[in-house]
């Protein structure tokens, strides 16, 4: 029997016009655009000016911008996956929404929650369901408005996360194209340094917590760095080892855009140059689940059947993992 992968066979993307700048962030907050850059690597983020509008707004229109470049039908798709953060409302599920709201009136839908790794495990979670021959079309969101969970006066949080949604199409592939192999993890220490207090069944939502600002996202930024870094790059290596994969054989690093170090420290280890580091940090921030499908629509046109690449993304909770997947087209 012919083996079925789960490859990717589409993508989309959706960038709000502001862009906050870093000379900007300077007037609100006591920073400098030279910290931010040698520190973060980030010049300038997205943001979602409209007050009216949520996620939902961005993963739509990166859905959109895909079934528009690949001509496939709405109403083809049998699941809709939003991984999110930062989803509309706590209950009912963005990913309902937005998938009423393209069209795909014969799909199901959910959300998926692993902070910054959140698109990484979606598309474990579409492949599995592609592989199993279960379903034939599943689109993975990734969108997050990150400006509606920071605190616009904490310099620690402020400068780092942006705005955006990107989308990929997963089908199943007999030429042995799509996912390949990953290894994903979770730690539950993380919560102490990287977390949004109030708002959960933990600490619901009341005048005290809005009053202390425990309703915006916080983190020791110093300890998810070194965690990010070694695990990271741990897993990165690692998918490279049980492949018997050389730094040759990689044509791309597709890693979370969480800091311009942690990317490059990944990078190092597993040996691959500068050139097939995939990076739109500078223009981007970090956009916690749209990170890497934000990367494969702004380097769509590079990429070409049969190419390695390798995803690595490390987030709240905390989660992590590793993924190698083959490029199933040309553009
Ligand atoms: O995506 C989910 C996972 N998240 C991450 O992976 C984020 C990981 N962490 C980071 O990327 C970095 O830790 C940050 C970018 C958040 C901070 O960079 P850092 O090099 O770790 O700086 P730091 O927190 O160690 O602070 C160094 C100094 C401190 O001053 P002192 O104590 O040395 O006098 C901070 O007060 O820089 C100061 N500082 C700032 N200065 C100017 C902290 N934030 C700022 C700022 N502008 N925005």
Redesign the pocket.
């Known amino acids: 029997m012919t083996k079925i992968t789960a490859a990717i066979t589409a993508v989309g993307k959706y960038v709000p016009e502001y862009a906050l700048t870093n000379k900007e962030?300077e007037t609100m907050?006591?920073?400098?655009d030279e910290?931010?850059t040698t520190?973060?690597g980030i010049k300038e983020r997205r943001i979602l000016k409209d007050e009216n509008a949520g996620t939902s707004y961005m993963a739509i229109k990166a859905a959109e911008d895909l079934l528009k470049k690949s001509g496939v039908d709405a109403s083809e798709i049998d699941m809709v996956i939003v991984a999110t953060a930062t989803p509309d409302m706590p209950v009912a599920s963005t990913a309902a929404y937005t998938a009423s709201s393209i069209g795909a009136t014969n799909a199901f839908s959910y959300d998926l929650q692993a902070?910054?790794s959140s698109f990484l495990y979606g598309m474990s979670t579409a492949a599995s369901y592609i592989e199993s021959g279960r379903y034939k079309k599943i689109l993975l969101i990734g969108a997050d408005k990150m400006s509606s969970i920071i605190d616009y006066t904490d310099?620690?949080?402020?400068?780092?996360f942006g705005d955006g949604a990107g989308a990929a199409l997963f089908e199943p592939n007999t030429e042995n194209l799509g996912l390949q192999d990953e290894y994903l993890r979770s730690d539950g220490i993380g919560r102490e340094f990287?977390k949004i207090d109030a708002g959960g069944s933990l600490l619901p939502p009341s005048e005290d917590t809005l009053k202390n600002g425990q309703h915006f996202v916080r983190?020791e930024?110093?300890t998810?760095?070194k965690?990010?870094v070694s695990n990271m790059s741990n897993v990165a290596e690692k998918m490279l080892e049980r492949n018997n994969l050389t730094k040759d054989d990689i044509q791309w690093l597709v890693a979370?855009q969480?800091?311009k170090?942690?990317i490059e420290a990944t990078a190092n280890r597993v040996g691959v140059e500068d050139s097939k580091v995939m990076m739109n940090i500078d223009k981007y921030g970090?956009t916690?689940s749209a990170?890497l499908p934000l990367l494969l629509a702004d380097y769509e046109k590079e990429l070409k059947k049969g190419d390695n690449l390798i995803f690595a993304a490390?987030?709240?909770g905390f989660t992590w993992g590793a993924i190698y997947l083959k490029w199933a087209y040309n553009s």
Do not use: K, Y
Request: aromatic letters at 12%; glycine letters at 8%.
């Open positions: 962030l907050v006591d920073t400098n910290w931010i520190r973060t902070a910054c310099r620690a949080t402020c400068i780092i990287l983190q930024g110093r998810v760095f965690f990010a979370h969480a800091n170090r942690i970090n916690t990170t490390f987030g709240g």
